[in-house]
């Protein structure tokens, strides 16, 4: 088997959530001491890392990000590597990111290449955002790449396609926790109390509202509440309830108009069924945007490569913080092949495993020819 597959394995058995990722960095300085030294030098951060690779004749640094968190969902693929963390997987690719950073980080160890690399093994991804205090890091500051890459994987696109544009590539995102506190008691008295679990239905209605009838229709945004909680038992009226969502805009402007609306509802619900609520916008990422002539440099090299094919896609309501980086950075950010039936934060996704070779090889080649002197 193929050592960055056997890599991919492993990982995949160990998914940890935002900043407590801590055995996947051991497992990650683990693999690095194996190899040879002279040219690696690594600053761990909390739980990601900063490895830099020196280059022959370095002029300029190319930065690699890969991020490393998994999500809180109970892995149902079979796998006979499945996650051994009941609860968590590797549901959004992180331990194929990382194994395509320490195949492509293996290969400028083996063959320098002129410029100097910095791979990021970034925590926290998923929630609450590793990119940003990162970024602002001294380690980022002594060690800041002048350009940079990262790649996310894409069920839907077969394995040797790579997928991206220049400009906005991801949305900008900010998760939404909405709390409800009202009046709870017997089932059989509502006209005593101010029923929680309602006014969280009504909500999540009025919600919809939003998108549909306030956000410019040639505009685009996504209010998703992926899980409510509310009321103790079946016979007892909910004295509390809380919704927890994401917001997903394609502008800043857009972002602001949505939340105004949320804050309107909000206010509302508190009027018309006596309550008080509480709102909490978590984290928020910067929208990704690929440096345009960057991005068009990067799909004119796929476009003469033999191994990969390139796919001219649409912008996505998915979120990255990823975002914050390219804001200080010149970069490129793409999707990856890896042809799954279930897609991402699926509790089954099955990407396939071809793709990592495929992409470790293409990232070699790019860099070679990034990092050498054009005379
Ligand atoms: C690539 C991907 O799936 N990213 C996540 C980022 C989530 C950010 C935050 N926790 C939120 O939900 O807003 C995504 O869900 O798009």
């Not at 968590?88 to 690719?93: P, S, T």
């Not at 804001?327 to 279930?342: A, C, H, Q, R, T």
Request: charged share 25%; proline share 5%.
């Amino acid at each position: 088997m193929n050592q960055f597959i056997k890599i991919r394995r492993d990982l995949h058995k160990i998914p940890e959530l935002g900043f407590q990722e801590f055995k996947t960095q051991r497992y990650l300085l683990t693999y690095l001491q194996t190899l040879p030294g002279g040219r690696v030098e690594i600053k761990p951060w909390k739980t990601g890392l900063f490895v830099r690779v020196k280059g022959t004749n370095p002029a300029k640094t190319i930065g690699y990000r890969a991020d490393i968190d998994g999500l809180p969902i109970t892995e149902e693929t079979n796998l006979p590597f499945s996650s051994e963390h009941e609860g968590n997987m590797h549901a959004c690719g992180h331990d194929f990111h990382m194994s395509i950073g320490l195949g492509l980080l293996t290969y400028v160890v083996e063959n320098p290449i002129e410029d100097n690399m910095v791979f990021i093994f970034q925590p926290a991804e998923e929630g609450p955002g590793g990119a940003e205090p990162m970024l602002k890091s001294e380690e980022m500051l002594e060690w800041k790449p002048d350009i940079i890459l990262a790649l996310h994987i894409a069920p839907e696109y077969p394995v040797g396609t790579v997928a991206t544009k220049p400009g906005l590539l991801f949305a900008n995102t900010s998760e939404l926790f909405i709390d409800l506190k009202g009046r709870g008691g017997h089932a059989a008295y509502p006209h005593l109390t101010n029923d929680m679990v309602v006014a969280s239905c009504s909500l999540v209605t009025q919600l919809q509202s939003i998108v549909a009838r306030n956000v410019d229709p040639l505009d685009s945004a996504v209010i998703t509440v992926g899980k409510i909680t509310g009321g103790t038992v079946q016979n007892v009226i909910a004295e509390n309830a809380r919704i927890e969502g994401t917001i997903r805009t394609l502008s800043p402007e857009a972002m602001q108009k949505v939340k105004h609306r949320i804050e309107a509802i909000v206010k509302g619900i508190e009027t018309g069924y006596e309550c008080k609520a509480t709102i909490d916008y978590g984290a928020m990422y910067h929208q990704v945007y690929n440096d345009e002539n960057l991005a068009k440099e990067f799909m004119d090299f796929i476009q003469t490569d033999e191994e990969m094919s390139l796919v001219h896609c649409k912008e996505a309501m998915t979120g990255e913080d990823f975002g914050y980086m390219l804001k200080e950075i010149p970069g490129v950010m793409f999707w990856l092949g890896v042809d799954s039936e279930n897609g991402l934060h699926h509790s089954k996704l099955l990407p396939n495993e071809e793709a990592i070779e495929k992409a470790i090889s293409l990232l070699s080649r790019y860099v070679t020819y990034k990092g050498k002197r054009k005379n």
